[in-house]
């Protein structure tokens, strides 16, 4: 096609060739002049005059063709500006290339801007310098836009590093709190005086809230992080918010505040969410609740609609008779480091952040969260959120994925643990924990290398391995004994314990070849699950140094003669003291089996868990706690379990009456 055509034009006269240029060089001028990028042309031979100056150029000077055309750079820019557009020229037209200025600001009626320019050398036929073509671009947006990009890129590497530092100061923190609220565990049911248990008292209260703090940093940077991840596991949600209120409720009395529950009157059908979290914003809003009220009660009301197929939305109301919230705070109190007013910290502490993850955990859910409060007035929070409902509640051992068996077999006695531990309290403090648990044959490393070494020298059952050692860590020393197994058979069960709770430590852990992770400070009871999966472990021991017990006492004796100090009196005296002091109890309960709410029935359940809980009577401070929580309850019901308290007091009397501790068994 093209060669016919060109073969064409050559044959054409020459008339006709003449216009067929004209027109080609006029179609050209109309592209030159409307293409959407500035063009101009400078006449070389004529000092640099203007003979070109397209629309888009008129455009982005803002100055027309017709003002321009004829002059030079000097009669529209300012002297340095031309001073420097000449002398490129000049080097361009010498050079005979197309030089390209990346970047050169021009001073124009908006002001002055970067741009990019490339120019074009032109010669005449006889190679003489002839016209200067150029071809400008204004460079701000993009030059905005890396630097915008840079600026996003250093905040990126600045959150990032401000993760990297909380979660570090998060590990400082905890090591030694870890410690602190061990040891208080553990001093805890040792015979002290008063005074020593006031202080010990305090010591944990500090301790726990200062863990409370450094855990609301940590949430709320793992949340700006984007590192929070939100589980998915069948859960009662009911049932869990009898659990926080049950909780709570020793809190509430001891302020003479009346909290109760209202549960759902079509009872809610299981659902799949994060339970943890969920009891995170039921503790925050019920835990300020009880903080703020001085006097009448909190109410939980929890309510659902069914919101699809196979959809629910749960709704909870947390109302105050509180110092209440000036409606222009309603805002501020979500946010972080924020509080109502600035006399709060000083009256009643806190950071401020609890309403913020609390806002943040409810929205991350899907949900959203409001407050209804005026000043003397109280409060009512209220959120919602929305869930799949669950086809089965699942216990955390059906949630490991790990699908390993969870009921060790062997006996604490039999096994050889190495602990690899750099601080001392720490090494004292699990010490005294797994000597709690029935282990007898503890090896304690200093540090990585000479946990290697010990691991090496002697055959071991199971390893607890702290993450941060000194000589060599953790993962490298999980690593190096999963080197050492390979090609045999045994694969010693080794589990991680660490401070730091950052996302994703839990792959690094495994990734490195142990088998369970546990943060710090060490909480027992999941502890004794964790080790449960391995070891043979006789239920909840109330004294670290308590002998395993069959699992049909009543009570663990351990506590009487922690008390007694083998003094066979004072045994007798507690013992006959109990039993009085159980049957009053027994008698104020059954006189308040009623429909409703019922003060006088909590306080009666709370009495007798404590001294449940203080003689070691495990199944009683179970159906206490139980009866505790029996917050808005039928009379029926609390008949029902009244009857169980009794039937439970009678065998505990029978228990003590084998032991000659008591004269009559019933
Ligand atoms: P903190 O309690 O640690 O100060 P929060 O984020 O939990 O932080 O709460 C922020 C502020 O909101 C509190 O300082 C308090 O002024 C106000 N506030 C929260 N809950 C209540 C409530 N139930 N009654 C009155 N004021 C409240």
Same mark, same amino acid.
């Given at each position: 096609?093209?060669? /016919?055509?060109s073969?064409?034009?050559?044959?054409?006269?020459?008339d006709?060739?003449?216009?067929?240029?004209?027109s080609?060089?006029?179609?050209l001028?109309?592209?030159?002049?409307?293409?959407?990028?500035?063009?101009?042309?400078?006449?070389v031979?004529?000092n640099y005059?203007m003979i070109?100056?397209n629309?888009?150029?008129?455009?982005?000077? &803002?100055?027309?063709?017709?003002?321009?055309? &004829?002059?030079?750079?000097?009669d529209?820019?300012?002297?340095?500006?031309?001073?420097?557009?000449r002398?490129?020229?000049?080097?361009?037209?010498?050079?005979?290339?197309?030089?390209?200025?990346?970047?050169?600001?021009?001073t124009t009626?908006?002001?002055?801007?970067p741009?990019h320019t490339?120019?074009?050398?032109?010669?005449?036929?006889?190679?003489?310098?002839?016209?200067?073509?150029?071809i400008?671009?204004?460079?701000?947006?993009?030059?905005?836009?890396i630097?915008?990009y840079?600026?996003?890129?250093?905040?990126?590497?600045a959150?990032?590093a401000?993760s990297e530092?909380?979660?570090?100061?998060?590990?400082?923190?905890r090591?030694?709190?870890n410690?602190i609220? $061990?040891m208080?565990?553990?001093?805890?049911?040792?015979?002290?005086?008063?005074?020593?248990?006031t202080?010990?008292?305090?010591?944990?209260?500090?301790?726990?809230?200062?863990?409370?703090?450094?855990?609301?940093?940590?949430?709320?940077?793992?949340i700006?992080?984007?590192?929070?991840e939100?589980?998915?596991i069948?859960?009662?949600?009911?049932?869990?918010?009898?659990?926080?209120?049950?909780?709570?409720q020793?809190?509430?009395?001891q302020?003479g505040?009346l909290?109760?529950?209202?549960?759902?009157?079509t009872?809610?059908?299981?659902?799949?969410?994060?339970?943890?979290?969920?009891?995170r914003i039921?503790?925050?809003?019920?835990?300020?609740a009880l903080?703020?009220?001085?006097?009448?009660q909190?109410?939980v009301?929890?309510?659902w609609?069914?919101?699809?197929?196979?959809t629910?939305?749960?709704r909870?109301?947390?109302?105050?008779?509180?110092?209440g919230?000036?409606?222009e705070?309603?805002?501020?109190?979500?946010?972080?480091?924020?509080?109502?007013d600035?006399s709060?910290?000083?009256?009643?502490?806190g950071?401020?952040?609890?309403?913020?993850?609390?806002?943040?955990?409810?929205?991350?859910?899907?949900?959203?969260i409001?407050?209804?409060?005026?000043?003397?007035? $109280?409060?009512v929070?209220t959120?919602?959120?929305?869930?799949v409902?669950?086809?089965?509640?699942?216990?955390?051992?059906?949630?490991?994925?790990?699908?390993?068996?969870?009921?060790g077999t062997?006996e604490?006695?039999?096994?050889?643990?190495?602990?690899?531990?750099?601080?001392?309290?720490?090494q004292?403090?699990l010490?005294?924990?797994?000597?709690?648990?029935?282990?007898t044959?503890?090896?304690?490393?200093?540090? $990585?290398?000479?946990?290697?070494?010990?691991?090496?020298?002697?055959?071991?059952?199971?390893?607890l391995?702290?993450?941060?050692?000194?000589?060599?860590?953790?993962?490298?020393?999980?690593?190096?004994i999963?080197?050492?197994?390979?090609?045999?058979s045994?694969?010693?069960p080794?589990?991680?314990?660490?401070?730091n709770?950052?996302f994703?430590?839990r792959?690094?852990?495994?990734?490195?070849?142990?088998?369970?992770?546990?943060?710090?400070?060490?909480?027992?009871?999941k502890?004794?699950?964790?080790l449960?999966?391995w070891?043979?472990?006789?239920?909840l021991?109330?004294?670290?140094?308590?002998?395993?017990?069959?699992?049909?006492?009543?009570?663990?004796?351990q506590?009487?003669?922690d008390?007694?100090?083998?003094?066979?009196?004072?045994?007798?005296?507690i013992?006959?003291?109990?039993?009085?002091?159980?049957?009053?109890?027994?008698?104020?309960?059954?006189a308040?089996?009623?429909?409703?709410?019922s003060?006088?029935?909590? /306080?009666?359940?709370h009495?007798?868990?404590?001294?449940?809980g203080?003689?070691?009577?495990?199944?009683?401070?179970?159906?206490?706690?139980?009866?505790q929580?029996y917050?808005?309850?039928?009379?029926?019901?609390?008949?029902?379990l009244?009857?169980a308290?009794?039937a439970?007091?009678?065998?505990?009397?029978?228990?003590?009456?084998?032991q000659g501790?008591?004269?009559?068994?019933?």
């Amino acid at each position: 096609m093209r060669d /016919e055509r060109s073969a064409k034009s050559m044959n054409e006269p020459a008339d006709i060739a003449t216009a067929r240029t004209l027109s080609e060089s006029k179609t050209l001028d109309t592209i030159v002049r409307n293409l959407p990028v500035a063009l101009f042309a400078k006449d070389v031979r004529d000092n640099y005059r203007m003979i070109m100056w397209n629309h888009a150029a008129e455009k982005l000077f &803002g100055i027309s063709a017709a003002d321009i055309l &004829g002059k030079t750079d000097y009669d529209m820019f300012p002297q340095s500006e031309a001073d420097f557009f000449r002398a490129t020229d000049e080097r361009v037209m010498q050079s005979r290339h197309v030089v390209d200025i990346p970047e050169e600001p021009i001073t124009t009626a908006r002001g002055t801007w970067p741009a990019h320019t490339i120019k074009v050398p032109v010669y005449d036929d006889e190679g003489n310098p002839s016209v200067l073509f150029g071809i400008v671009e204004d460079i701000s947006f993009e030059k905005q836009s890396i630097e915008n990009y840079k600026a996003k890129v250093a905040a990126e590497q600045a959150n990032q590093a401000k993760s990297e530092f909380l979660a570090n100061m998060s590990h400082e923190l905890r090591t030694p709190l870890n410690s602190i609220i $061990g040891m208080a565990r553990l001093l805890s049911p040792t015979a002290l005086n008063d005074e020593q248990r006031t202080m010990l008292e305090a010591v944990s209260k500090a301790s726990q809230m200062l863990l409370k703090t450094v855990d609301d940093i940590l949430d709320i940077s793992k949340i700006e992080a984007k590192q929070m991840e939100l589980e998915s596991i069948g859960f009662d949600a009911t049932k869990l918010a009898q659990e926080i209120v049950g909780m709570l409720q020793p809190l509430a009395s001891q302020k003479g505040l009346l909290l109760s529950l209202h549960q759902p009157a079509t009872p809610m059908p299981p659902v799949m969410g994060d339970s943890v979290r969920l009891a995170r914003i039921l503790n925050n809003l019920i835990g300020n609740a009880l903080k703020y009220t001085h006097e009448g009660q909190i109410e939980v009301r929890l309510d659902w609609v069914q919101s699809g197929k196979g959809t629910l939305e749960m709704r909870c109301h947390v109302a105050d008779t509180g110092i209440g919230i000036a409606p222009e705070k309603h805002a501020l109190i979500f946010q972080e480091f924020s509080q109502a007013d600035s006399s709060t910290t000083r009256k009643y502490g806190g950071t401020g952040l609890g309403l913020a993850i609390t806002k943040q955990l409810v929205e991350m859910m899907g949900g959203q969260i409001s407050v209804k409060s005026a000043p003397g007035q $109280g409060s009512v929070f209220t959120f919602t959120i929305p869930f799949v409902i669950a086809t089965e509640i699942e216990t955390p051992e059906q949630a490991d994925q790990t699908g390993r068996a969870v009921a060790g077999t062997q006996e604490p006695g039999h096994i050889r643990v190495l602990v690899a531990e750099d601080n001392p309290l720490n090494q004292l403090f699990l010490e005294k924990m797994l000597e709690g648990f029935g282990f007898t044959q503890i090896h304690v490393a200093n540090d $990585g290398r000479q946990a290697l070494d010990l691991y090496r020298s002697g055959s071991f059952d199971l390893v607890l391995m702290d993450c941060h050692m000194p000589e060599k860590n953790g993962y490298e020393v999980a690593s190096a004994i999963r080197t050492m197994e390979k090609g045999g058979s045994e694969h010693v069960p080794i589990i991680a314990m660490t401070a730091n709770v950052m996302f994703g430590e839990r792959d690094k852990c495994l990734a490195a070849g142990m088998d369970e992770y546990i943060g710090k400070p060490i909480d027992l009871d999941k502890f004794r699950q964790i080790l449960g999966q391995w070891v043979k472990l006789a239920p909840l021991p109330d004294s670290p140094s308590a002998p395993a017990q069959s699992y049909e006492a009543p009570i663990n004796m351990q506590n009487i003669r922690d008390y007694s100090q083998g003094n066979r009196d004072r045994e007798l005296h507690i013992v006959g003291l109990f039993i009085e002091h159980s049957r009053d109890v027994l008698e104020e309960l059954r006189a308040n089996c009623v429909d409703g709410v019922s003060k006088p029935w909590y /306080e009666a359940a709370h009495m007798l868990k404590n001294s449940a809980g203080n003689i070691g009577a495990r199944k009683l401070f179970e159906l206490s706690t139980q009866a505790q929580n029996y917050v808005s309850e039928t009379a029926q019901h609390r008949l029902e379990l009244v009857d169980a308290i009794e039937a439970e007091l009678r065998r505990i009397s029978y228990f003590f009456y084998d032991q000659g501790l008591t004269s009559n068994a019933a």
